[in-house]
């Protein structure tokens, strides 16, 4: 029997498996179980084991009823028997009526004392209620429109299904409030019965047929109220369903429909059972929208009508019970755990994962790191290698062990390449030979993966000797392979053993060698080696001797130059730009160095160095014939005409001429100038266009023979009557600009000696150096007070003589200084 359970289970998954794929790819929102073999009977024998049954016939149950707490149960039978008690105490009422009771419905609040209520339903719908003395009451609240096939209680409001239509009773005014008639009058009520549900207090949904109402209850005005119910039913919406209903159940804002479908074979063409569905539906105002809908395999769906189904369901927990004659299928809400269930078994793992992650604290069967391996797993089988190794640093994360069985798995399909970019190198570390595998999976077939692997990785993670040692073997094959001794080097330096590292760098000329010295202080060991650096790359390598002259001399680099002199001519050079003085010693060796390899900097060198034997320098340059270092050197020398006559003479440049003898600033040099330009027209004209402004171009235009013909004479003589006119122009604006500003000093300084002088007690007189005020205020007084505020009592100056009538103060004139020649006085 519970194999047959077992395998009926398993149909029920199956078949609903099966409806997904066919109807949609999307995730269901429900999951099923089906309760063990022989359930309803169980419910029927306890039930009926409450119940006050005398006879040994079994008895059928019609239905069950709970109140909100789960404390009560009323339950009613085929013979009529009705019993309503306590689950957990001895509260009890049972009653026998001489015909079957076919619905029962306890008050929701039964466990309160004021609410001990509950209806049944046969032919009539009657109301029991506890009186005050504990005696029950009954009371007929409808009959006379055929039997009541459905109640539901919520709150202050029954509602009950016959066969004429749907009403709604309140239970504290005591009044029905509304009759909603069914739509489809040829069908059998007792085929296919009204389903009711209550998604709240106010709301009932009524499904009959193929119809279905949501159904809101409102207050009704005040001003409306007259004689009629105070409250009234309003249809919100109302839509039609593709199949016969059997069952309604709220979820939330939408609404869980239980169908009895019925479809015609292709074979025979006649109609036949199918399985129940169970569809989940968004109501709309006139419409629906089907959210997701799932077929069920219950036991014996080939012979059910669509009264055998019902559908019962909890509000707390999302339960929804698909009750059949021979079955119970429970139905609730999917939980993550049921999420990622669906999504493992699409194989969306990385969906699966991210939804684990987020609701980690919630899953209950997954755990995350089983998700992410299955997830690596899936994509190897792909063959998306890549992805899956990337994917190990997020899932594997510091667990080692893990990561040393991920690699092994790797190198087993020959894909160790592909999780070497992504091996931890920090936290954790693995074992030395999971690394030490990688780089001899490298070195046999990638040299330059190879070489980027022990660029990136710490040398600490492997046997670095071990590492060194396959690299050797590898160049005894290939020993001109720059990857190879280009890692090796780098090899040699995580070992500290930089002499051969830096031997590597030089005979492979790497950029990296300045920077092996600079870090690892290697200048000792480059002492012989300065030609191999300078020249791999002279500028680099003069600027690190430069850099660290107290770890290599001056000296000694000159030293180890001294057979390549072009590479000496550049170090000396550089040393001579960050420093003339230096290098003084070596400045002579430079004249020649300088002539030989860079003569475009002989000159700036001669005119910068004050360390230079001229004598030497004039020797040298006159063996190569260098005229303008020559002139340059002649005119330090002294031998300003002899430069100017090289100039004339060996360059024949009569621009360069005039420049050299204007910065000579010599009236012998320009008569010289003249002297040498007289018989040469092309010079004449030159100095006509130069001259003007050192020497009187008279002076020229008289020595200029007669009948000569000058090139652009008249140019140059306008050029001069030019600047001639210029000159005069400036000569007159300087003099305007200076009689105005004359003018204007000379207003202001009357202006200044025109104010008065402050006078007090603290003044004194500059010859008897008393107080130049008297004490006594009355006394008559006289003060003299020169512009230069020099002041004197008038009897303390001398008397002014006939051939000098003016008066001067006596300090400023003995002073020469002009302000004491204007004088105020002040008398009393």
Not at 123 to 138: D, N, Y
Not at 241 to 266: H, M, N, R, W
Not at 505 to 534: A, C, E
Not at 773 to 798: N, Q, T
Request: charged share 30%; proline share 4%; glycine share 4%.
């Amino acid at each position: 029997m519970a194999e047959a359970e077992e395998q009926e289970t398993e149909s029920l998954e199956e078949s609903t498996d099966e409806s997904e794929e066919e109807e949609s790819e999307e995730e269901p929102k429900l999951k099923y179980e089906r309760l063990s073999n022989g359930v309803t009977e169980i419910l029927q024998k306890d039930a009926a084991s409450c119940m006050t049954v005398h006879d040994k016939s079994p008895v059928k149950i019609n239905q069950i009823s709970l109140d909100e707490s789960g404390e009560h149960m009323g339950v009613c039978s085929e013979d009529g028997k009705v019993q309503v008690f306590g689950l957990y105490s001895g509260e009890e009422f049972h009653e026998t009526f001489d015909c079957p009771i076919k619905i029962i419905a306890v008050h929701p609040q039964y466990v309160r004392s004021s609410c001990k209520q509950f209806v049944t339903g046969g032919k009539k719908l009657l109301l029991f209620e506890r009186s005050w003395m504990s005696r029950w009451k009954s009371s007929v609240l409808h009959e006379g429109e055929g039997n009541i096939r459905s109640v539901k209680w919520r709150g202050h409001l029954i509602a009950w299904a016959n066969n004429m239509g749907v009403k709604i009773f309140d239970i504290t005014s005591k009044q029905r409030i509304t009759n909603v008639p069914r739509d489809d009058i040829s069908l059998r009520p007792d085929m296919y019965p009204c389903s009711l549900c209550w998604k709240d207090n106010v709301t009932l949904i009524i499904g009959w047929g193929t119809s279905v109402k949501i159904c809101s209850v409102k207050e009704r005005h005040a001003s409306e109220m007259r004689d009629l119910p105070s409250r009234y039913v309003e249809i919100v919406s109302q839509f039609e369903t593709e199949f016969y209903i059997s069952g309604l159940a709220p979820l939330c804002d939408q609404l869980v429909v239980l169908s009895y479908v019925k479809e015609v074979s292709e074979k025979t063409e006649r109609e036949y059972c199918a399985r129940p569905r169970l569809d989940i539906i968004q109501p709309l105002a006139e419409t629906c929208e089907e959210i997701s809908s799932d077929a069920l395999t219950v036991r014996g769906f080939q012979e059910n009508e669509c009264r055998d189904y019902h559908l019962e369901y909890s509000e707390g927990e999302s339960l929804f019970y698909i009750v059949s004659p021979r079955d119970v299928v429970v139905a609730k809400e999917r939980d993550q755990d049921d999420h990622i269930d669906w999504l493992l078994e699409k194989k969306k793992y990385e969906e699966a994962l991210m939804a684990a992650e987020i609701s980690q604290r919630n899953i209950k069967r997954h755990k995350i790191l089983d998700i992410g391996l299955a997830y690596i797993n899936h994509l190897v089988e792909k063959g998306d290698y890549d992805i899956a190794a990337r994917k190990c640093q997020k899932i594997l994360g510091k667990n080692a062990a893990l990561w040393e069985y991920e690699v092994y798995k790797f190198k087993e399909i020959g894909q160790l390449k592909a999780i070497s970019p992504y091996l931890p190198r920090g936290d954790p570390v693995l074992k030395p030979l999971i690394y030490e595998m990688i780089l001899h999976e490298f070195l046999e077939s990638d040299y330059e993966g190879f070489a980027t692997l022990i660029r990136e990785w710490p040398g600490d993670l492997y046997n670095n000797s071990v590492i060194v040692q396959a690299v050797r073997d590898h160049l005894k094959k290939d020993s001109q392979n720059r990857t190879l001794l280009k890692t090796l080097a780098e090899l040699y330096t995580y070992d500290k053993n930089y002499g051969n590292a830096l031997e590597i760098y030089l005979t492979l000329r790497h950029k990296d060698v300045f920077q092996l010295i600079h870090k690892h202080n290697l200048f000792s060991s480059i002492k012989d080696k300065i030609v191999l650096l300078m020249d791999f790359d002279s500028e680099k390598a003069v600027d690190m001797l430069l850099d660290n002259e107290d770890k290599i001399s001056i000296k000694k680099v000159v030293e180890e130059l001294e057979d390549r002199p072009e590479l000496q001519h550049v170090y000396l050079h550089k040393l001579f730009k960050r420093d003339h003085h230096k290098g003084q010693r070596y400045h002579e060796k430079q004249i020649s160095l300088y002539a030989e390899y860079d003569r475009p900097n002989l000159l700036p060198f001669l005119r910068d160095s004050t360390h230079c034997p001229l004598e030497k320098a004039l020797e040298i340059c006159q063996q190569r014939n260098f005229v303008e270092e020559t002139v340059y050197l002649l005119s330090r020398m002294g031998n300003s005409r002899s430069a100017l006559k090289m100039i004339m003479e060996e360059l024949h440049d009569v621009d360069k001429a005039i420049e050299f003898a204007k910065e000579q600033d010599d009236g012998e040099l320009w008569e010289d100038l003249i002297l040498y330009s007289i018989d040469k027209p092309p010079f004449i004209t030159g100095l006509l266009n130069n001259i003007g402004t050192h020497v009187d171009p008279i002076l020229l235009i008289h020595r200029i023979k007669e009948g000569m013909e000058i090139p652009n004479l008249r140019d140059s003589l306008v050029k001069i009557l030019q600047d001639y006119n210029l000159q005069i122009l400036l000569r007159e604006g300087c003099k305007k600009i200076l009689v105005a500003d004359s003018l204007s000093l000379l207003k202001k300084m009357h202006r200044t000696q025109m104010k008065g002088v402050l006078v007090d007690e603290e003044n004194i007189c500059e010859s008897c150096l008393s107080p130049i005020l008297p004490s006594d205020a009355a006394k008559p007084f006289s003060v003299v007070i020169f512009h230069c505020r020099h002041m004197f009592h008038k009897e303390c100056l001398p008397v002014p003589s006939m051939a000098s009538p003016a008066q001067f103060c006596n300090i400023c004139s003995a002073k020469h200084r002009g302000p004491g020649s204007a004088i105020l006085e002040m008398k009393k």
